[in-house]
């Protein structure tokens, strides 16, 4: 058995019967299967039969008994369109038949064109043409609403740069509908400009089609619509080529990045400056200072970098506030922002520290001038939330290319000269110098070292007699620290507890003297030796320390002495610093029962309303007036003002210092009662000190 054959069936509608029938035997002649014809003689009975379906082409004479003319094939069309239709054009009506194929139709057949060879032929190729130029039809009908479907913008040129599509996006980005663009030149349309510069950006189709390859838009592209509205853009150029190979136009594919160029300029922005002030922050100053580098190295002008730290400012933050703290930050951004040129940066580091690039400066002296003027206007108040608050800062300078000739460097070593200005007064500024920097190095060093003598216990304590003026008795001892130092032998407290202050190693040390001085002391009073009282001086960062009072309760509960045996020594800048807070320490201290001696007195900012409202036992006269009471008469008034004074608001009182009989003699006819000094005894170690206990100090003092 053979295989049935898929013959296409083919509607041939034709009144004539002799007509008819030679076509069909024309599309069947020697036994070709290929064909399998239908034929109707009315126009109504064909589109009856096309409403059944199944037919692969018609076959249509345009004079029928029910349709006449071109009427016919619109009607068929109308009900077939995607049925390609023949026209059998007699040679009469050869006009009629061109014109159904200008309508759709997909060719017409001449009667001398109706043999078994041409009209299968024709038939073919007519289906054939029909399945080609519908599926074009959907490509192209795919194309077009991909392309108004997507979110970029497509636009399309001819060889010649004249626009030939655009997609909607297209149309609403540029501001030009698809009717007026078309045929217009590129660059009337699609404006676009170099957003840094503001030039007309490169024709990125020029450029796609001169090099015959996609190519990327300018960076920082921005498009111009039509209303002048302008977004930044982003994408790329392609050449399109012809069969051939040829480039005959381009596509340009856009895309709008304006909020994403917005946000990236948003985080680059954050990226280098401040949050709370917003002033560059250390990155982009170190950037600014390189820049400025190297225009000042090819002009052979110097540049200066002020390091500026604020004083008092964490006072203010911790009591006020952090709230306060920051707009007190902002305030003096300002100021600083006022003080210097547009072409000066101000940054700032963080916490309380900003770093001024002044880029335009002739001479080394324009920096101190500029110094001069930000101190002074830091220094009018800045009124926050209500507070009249009172600032000063020290600043360090340090100048390009002597100070250093890097960004890193110069900051450095303005900071050490900042350092230096805080050391002599602050309020002030120093400019640097190559010394400064030794002594910094040198500070390291004692750091190191320091931090291992609190690990490993290399400290001892000197202890120096107190005297009674009188009697010559020892009425107790004041506790000295001494650091005993691997190479540099014993380390006198001046030397090295105000760098302890300023690492917080006299926090460990602190504690340890206390406990140190109060065995001792409990020690000598177990031995039966007439001792009394012990001294401990307390630096303000350890009195400012929360432990503090417990620390004091704890030691004198595990060593044993009685809180009356001890004396803690302050200095006047402790007591004054934030009065409030100290009273109520005090108080406690005093309430313990430890007794409290102002150390150093007359040196500080004395208030006598403090000594009043704090319950202070003692007040130590500072050597430094002592020294001078036989020579300088001011000095001696001094010295009995405070005698005088102390008796009247009974305090104790003792002379620091006391180096020569002649002070010592001064000092009896004004009746102070106490005294220390070289004349009685150095600061001794312990078992000296025993010793004097037993013995006495030196025979030429009493009486
Ligand atoms: P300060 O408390 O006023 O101690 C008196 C200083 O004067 C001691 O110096 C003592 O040796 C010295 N001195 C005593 N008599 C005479 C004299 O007749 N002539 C002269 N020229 N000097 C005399 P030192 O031991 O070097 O202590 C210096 C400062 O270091 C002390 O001054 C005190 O403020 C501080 N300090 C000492 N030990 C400690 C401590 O354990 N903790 C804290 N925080 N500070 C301490
Ligand atoms: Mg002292
Ligand atoms: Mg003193």
């Excluded at 080394?364 to 220094?379: C, F, M, Q, V, Y």
């Excluded at 303005?414 to 190559?434: C, I, L, V, W």
């Excluded at 001078?628 to 000095?635: F, H, T, V, W």
Aim: glycine share 6%.
């Amino acid at each position: 058995m053979t295989p049935p054959v898929l013959s296409l069936k083919i509607l041939l509608i034709e009144n004539d019967p002799a007509a008819a029938n030679e076509i069909r035997t024309a599309l069947t002649a020697a036994g070709d299967s290929s064909f399998d014809v239908e034929w109707v003689q009315l126009l109504s009975d064909g589109l009856e039969r096309l409403s059944k379906r199944g037919i692969a082409a018609v076959l249509l004479e345009l004079c029928l008994p029910d349709s006449e003319g071109i009427e016919t094939f619109d009607k068929l069309f109308t009900v077939a369109p995607d049925v390609p239709i023949l026209i059998l054009g007699g040679n009469a009506n050869e006009a009629l038949a061109k014109e159904a194929v200008g309508r759709g139709a997909q060719d017409y057949l001449l009667p001398g064109h109706l043999d078994s060879y041409s009209l299968p032929r024709a038939q073919r190729n007519a289906i054939e043409r029909k399945v080609v130029e519908d599926a074009l039809y959907v490509e192209k009908e795919r194309a077009l609403v991909t392309l108004n479907s997507i979110g970029d913008a497509v636009l399309c040129t001819d060889i010649s740069g004249n626009i030939t599509y655009l997609n909607l996006v297209a149309e609403a980005m540029t501001g030009w509908p698809r009717k007026e663009a078309i045929g217009k030149p590129l660059a009337e349309v699609f404006q676009i400009i170099d957003g840094a510069t503001r030039q007309p950006a490169q024709d990125p189709m020029e450029m796609a089609m001169a090099q015959n390859r996609t190519v990327g838009l300018t960076v920082d592209c921005v498009l111009i619509r039509r209303d002048a509205f302008e977004s930044a853009i982003e994408d790329s150029a392609a050449p399109i080529h012809d069969r051939a190979g040829r480039v005959i136009g381009a596509v340009i594919v856009f895309h709008d990045v304006s909020a994403a160029r917005a946000m990236s300029q948003q985080m680059t922005h954050s990226a280098q400056h401040d949050v709370v002030t917003n002033l560059p922050n250390r990155m982009l100053l170190n950037d600014r200072i390189s820049q400025s580098i190297s225009l000042a190295r090819r002009q052979h002008r110097p540049l200066a970098v002020l390091f500026l730290d604020l004083d008092r400012f964490k006072y203010i933050n911790d009591s006020l506030g952090h709230a306060v703290g920051d707009q007190l930050l902002q305030s003096i951004a300002k100021r600083l922002l006022a003080s210097v040129r547009n072409s000066d940066t101000v940054s700032r580091q963080g916490g309380d520290e900003f770093v001024i690039l002044l880029s335009e400066i002739s001479h080394p002296e324009d920096a101190a001038t500029s110094a001069r003027k930000i101190l002074l206007s830091l220094n009018v108040p800045h009124s926050i939330d209500g507070h009249d608050l009172h600032i000063a800062g020290s600043m360090g300078i340090s100048i390009y290319p002597g100070d250093g000739e890097d960004a890193e460097t110069l900051i450095k070593n303005a900071d050490t000269a900042m350092y230096h200005a805080k050391e002599s007064g602050r309020n002030n500024f120093q400019f640097f110098k190559p010394e400064m920097n030794r002594q910094a190095v040198e500070r390291q060093s004692l750091e190191g070292s320091l931090r291992q003598a609190v690990e490993r216990g290399g400290f001892l304590l000197h202890y120096q007699p107190k005297i009674n003026l009188f009697t010559g008795q020892i009425t107790g001892a004041e506790a000295l620290i001494r650091w005993q130092h691997p190479n540099r032998g014993l380390v006198s407290p001046a030397q090295f507890v105000p760098i302890a202050e300023d690492c917080g190693l006299i926090l460990p040390i602190g504690r340890w003297v206390l406990r140190e001085a109060c065995k001792q002391a409990r020690e000598w009073q177990d031995a039966g030796l007439p001792f009394k009282r012990v001294s401990v001086n307390v630096s303000a960062t350890e009195f400012r320390a929360k432990t503090f009072l417990e620390d004091v309760g704890t030691t004198l509960r595990e060593t044993g002495l009685e809180a009356r045996y001890l004396d803690l020594e302050l200095t006047e800048g402790v007591l004054m610093q934030n009065a409030k807070s100290t009273a109520s320490v005090l108080q406690e201290l005093k309430r313990m029962g430890v007794h409290l001696a102002v150390d150093d007195f007359g040196t500080g900012y004395s208030s006598l309303s403090y000594l009043r409202q704090f319950p202070i036992d003692v007040l130590k006269i500072d050597q430094s007036f002592v020294r001078q009471i036989s020579d300088d008469p001011s000095d001696s008034a001094i010295v009995r003002a405070i005698i005088d004074m102390s008796k009247n608001l009974k305090k104790r009182v003792i002379a620091e210092g006391i180096e020569t009989q002649e002070q010592l003699a001064l000092l009896r006819s004004w009746h102070c009662a106490e005294g220390q000094g070289y004349l009685f005894s150095r600061p001794v170690p312990a078992a000296q000190l025993a010793q004097l206990l037993q013995t006495g100090v030196s025979e030429t003092v009493a009486k």
